[in-house]
């Protein structure tokens, strides 16, 4: 299935893999200024699309996503495809390490991050899965601790801010491919319960 044409719309791809080998991938849309180049506003993501999965992130306590995952988790890749039907994809290798040494959970749970915007239905929802997380950062019940969910949505605010800050501005939005819409991101919600990612069939990550 083809991907929509969306001005100005970016869907960024992270890819990697967990303990054993198995490969994750992670997708979200960035949306660019409209007098930008897609060439400009990409090759000044890469730095702050780095720094949301490197475990040190953007400083403080706004922690990378590798940060909750083992030190077997590994990401390497960035692909950033434009929306428009015609400007080629970057392709960017990174080498990024999880923090913790701790046992990891199993390959196929995975944190979820709900991004809100300024409209209602699920159209206007999306969602980030972030790779499996050590068994360190659960609670007592199992689940991502309070302080866990504080941290990443934190992590994701301060992001975005880094975005809209570059030369070549971005910022988060969530693209809808049913509607060719997008509309930009107004919150974020970590999940206290981890969600199950699978592959997309026909659609890549």
């Known amino acids: 299935m083809p991907l929509p044409v969306i001005g100005d719309v970016i869907r960024c791809s992270v890819y ?6 198995v490969g994750w991938s992670n997708t979200f849309h960035l949306v660019k200024d409209i007098g930008d180049t897609y060439a400009d506003a990409m090759a000044d993501n890469v730095t702050n699309i780095t720094k949301m999965y490197d475990p040190t992130g953007f400083g403080g306590t706004n922690f990378g996503f590798l940060h ?7 990401a390497a890749q960035i692909v950033q495809t434009p929306l428009d039907g015609t400007t080629p994809s970057r392709t960017d290798s990174i080498a990024l390490n999880g923090s913790s040494s701790q046992n990891p959970q199993p390959a196929q749970n995975a944190m979820l991050v709900t991004l809100l915007t300024a409209k209602r239905g699920r159209s206007f929802r999306g969602r980030l899965f972030v790779p499996a997380n050590s068994r360190e950062q659960l609670d007592g019940a199992g689940k991502l601790s309070a302080a866990n969910v504080a941290f990443v949505q934190s992590m994701m605010t301060a992001a975005n801010t880094a975005f809209q800050a570059q030369t070549h501005p971005t910022a988060f939005t969530v693209a809808s491919y049913k509607l060719v819409q997008a509309n930009d991101v107004t919150g974020y919600i970590c999940r206290t319960v981890f969600g199950h990612q699978t592959k997309r069939r026909g659609r890549g990550a």
């Open 68 to 74: 909750y995952s083992t030190d077997g988790t590994l």
């Open 16 to 21: 990697g893999t967990v303990e054993g080998g």
